[in-house]
């Protein structure tokens, strides 16, 4: 159980989500993948892999050098994709395609911690194309993603203007401290990957959830609390907090794309694949 209700005379506190795996059952981007292929995103070769790629990605997930080589990837491939046709998109489709993959236990810590007095901040490398919606879903106070420039015609133009991933997730939760007044030591972070270990060191309540082997060391060496997420649950059936209008997301930047991020996770699944 978490601690009682933050006293407003000390320094505010938040508590910190990874998204894929720790507050959903599967792949934010991947899940859009039918979606995408019929709003013309990506082509049938991708689309029909893409449940290989979701298999791949839930087994093991992407180690760093992985990650490294699909953002060089998506880079390039998302070039000229039109911004606004992946948010309309994502927006048709949310409730259907998400609402039934979040956790049951991470929306009732988000419960938790907004009772505390907490924000909740969602924190994830995907786009925020997916991710801002989804932190709006879940009633998020701030969401920070990866953003990717956009040019004047409302397209992506291949270049990475932020890549939230690693040390630089921890780097934009220590500024989002500064700027909101947050005491570290009193905030929380929540995460299933060893490549978030950064973010989860910067927080005095780390935990990690259906760890990988790697992060399952490191919490068991530390004493961190794991965290076994096993029940989806659409937020319909939930409390009636999560049928209300959700709280916006204030922190939210344009992102790397999510239909790219689907193609690149199917491009890696596929070369693994083809290696093997």
Avoid at 45 to 55: C, D, E, H
Avoid at 165 to 177: N, S, V
Wanted: net charge negative; glycine share 6%.
């Amino acid at each position: 159980m978490l601690k009682g209700v933050e006293n407003h005379s000390l320094p505010r506190a938040a508590a910190f989500f990874d998204l894929d795996k720790t507050v959903i059952a599967k792949s934010s981007t991947l899940t859009f993948s039918k979606s995408f292929y019929q709003g013309g995103l990506i082509n049938r070769r991708a689309a029909l892999r893409t449940a290989y790629a979701q298999f791949v990605f839930l087994a093991g997930g992407l180690d760093h050098d992985q990650m490294e080589r699909m953002r060089e990837y998506l880079s390039a491939l998302c070039r000229g994709w039109n911004v606004q046709q992946v948010r309309e998109i994502v927006a048709e489709t949310l409730h259907d395609l998400i609402d039934p993959i979040i956790y049951d236990e991470a929306a009732s810590l988000i419960e938790e911690h907004h009772a505390a007095g907490r924000d909740v901040v969602i924190v994830s490398t995907s786009g925020a194309e997916v991710v801002e919606p989804i932190g709006e879903l879940l009633g998020a106070d701030r969401v920070v993603a990866t953003r990717m420039v956009v040019g004047e015609d409302g397209c992506f133009t291949g270049e990475v203007e932020y890549y939230a991933y690693g040390p630089t997730k921890a780097e934009a939760i220590r500024e989002l401290a500064a700027s909101e007044g947050y005491d570290l030591d009193r905030c929380y972070a929540y995460s299933d990957s060893a490549t978030d270990l950064p973010m989860l060191r910067t927080v005095g309540h780390p935990h990690a959830v259906n760890p990988d082997r790697a992060l399952r060391r490191e919490a068991l060496a530390h004493g961190w609390p794991v965290l076994e997420f096993r029940r989806p649950v659409p937020l319909k059936k939930r409390l009636p907090a999560f049928s209300v209008p959700p709280r916006p997301a204030l922190v939210a930047a344009a992102a790397i794309g999510a239909a790219a991020a689907t193609a690149g996770l199917v491009w890696y699944a596929s070369r693994r694949r083809a290696t093997a």
